[in-house]
């Protein structure tokens, strides 16, 4: 997936953006008074085409757990697809400020602009409804790519507005692959990395949930 994600993001850009990209808002004193006028910067088009995708991408996350919370009866699938449908609520927020078109024209489960997500939304529904552990594996799977593309999406952007949200959807990410590899231990599997390299999948899953003050326990925390 990773491999094509550039090219696709890009094509996404050319299709969805039909306006200035437009993006940051600095306040400028205007001279002779007290007023503040908004001036409005540009995004890259790498910075752009990642908002593009991210947006889909959560999109994707929700619709998968959406769809597995009706097979499985779950509530790690139910309360992270809410979750997901917040990382959207984000982005889409995001995609106003720059004036940007939203890619998510269809809101309902698994309708994609994106034809690779779309293959993958198929692929990983029809993974996950082999078995409950399947299921929780595909959970995991999900939130090792989106913890690696939000980590490519920080790494080319320069708006702090944008690492802002990158960086707290990837906090989520995070307490999200915990609760997926958490429920798969508890059925007596251990837990191999699939996307990420292990090494830092193991530093995730052994430190603690990130919720503030609220922090928790990690995997191997006793």
């Not at 024209?105 to 939304?121: H, I, K, Q, R, T």
């Not at 919720?211 to 191997?220: A, E, L, V």
């Amino acid at each position: 997936m990773n491999t094509k994600q550039s090219i696709l993001t890009a094509a996404i850009v050319s299709l969805l953006v039909s306006a200035p990209i437009q993006a940051g808002w600095k306040a400028q004193s205007q001279v002779g008074n007290d007023a503040q006028i908004q001036v409005i910067e540009q995004l890259s088009d790498a910075e752009a085409a990642s908002l593009l995708f991210m947006r889909e991408e959560e999109k994707l996350a929700r619709d998968v757990y959406r769809t597995l919370s009706k097979q499985w009866s779950q509530p790690v699938f139910i309360n992270i697809s809410t979750a997901e449908q917040q990382h959207m609520d984000s982005l889409a927020v995001l995609l106003n400020r720059y004036a940007l078109l939203d890619p998510v024209l269809d809101d309902s489960v698994g309708a994609f602009v994106n034809p690779e997500l779309a293959a993958l939304y198929t692929a990983l529904t029809a993974e996950g409804a082999e078995s409950l552990i399947a299921a929780l594996i595909v959970g995991a799977k999900i939130e090792e790519i989106d913890i690696l593309d939000l980590q490519r999406a920080i790494a080319e952007s320069t708006h702090p507005d944008l690492i802002q949200v990158y960086e707290n959807l990837m906090r989520g990410s995070r307490n999200h692959l915990r609760a997926f590899v958490r429920q798969i231990e508890s059925l007596g599997m251990a837990y191999e990395s699939q996307i990420m390299e292990q090494d830092d999948v193991d530093m995730i899953l052994d430190s603690p949930m990130e919720r503030g003050r609220d922090s928790r326990k990690g995997r191997r925390s006793r």
